[in-house]
């Protein structure tokens, strides 16, 4: 079983900045592959951004969010991270990471992929 409990949410204006942090349980965080998820009122939960397993490199990013967010990982912290810069109004959500500790070293962006689920933090951008 792995926990995952999120940070960094909050309200800010258009253009500003925040980072989310997503700490987990386990011993072998490395082998996790991570993901970020958000969900707007009434809509459906949208990938945002992906890690492969072991890497820092071996990431990606929905369309809408590249250039601006960045996604990374400190595994001597169990802890993911997701920068999230030029934030716009159209960002305002719930955001969840999510982990999966099973399968290859593929990237996964699918909510399916993921059994693992923190509870989220809300993400306001304000025009």
């Known amino acids: 079983q792995v926990q995952l409990v999120e940070s960094g949410g909050g309200l800010v204006q258009a253009g500003g900045s925040l980072r989310l942090s997503c700490a987990a349980s386990?011993?072998?965080?490395?082998?996790?592959?991570m993901g970020w998820f958000r969900q707007a009122p009434g809509k459906e939960r949208e990938f945002v951004a992906a890690?492969?397993?072991?890497?820092?490199?071996?990431?990606y990013y929905t369309d809408s969010v590249k250039g601006r967010f960045s996604i990374f990982r400190d595994n001597a912290k169990n802890t993911m991270y997701l920068q999230m810069n030029s934030l716009k109004p159209e960002d305002t959500a719930v955001y969840y990471c999510?982990?999966?500790?099973?399968?290859?070293?593929?990237?996964?962006?699918?909510?399916?992929?993921?059994?693992?689920w923190g509870q989220g933090t809300q993400v306001t951008v304000s025009s």
């Open positions: 999510a982990a999966s500790v099973t399968g290859g070293m593929e990237i996964l962006t699918s909510k399916t992929d993921y059994p693992y």
């Open positions: 386990g011993r072998t965080f490395g082998r996790y592959a």
């Open positions: 890690l492969g397993r072991w890497s820092d490199t071996s990431t």
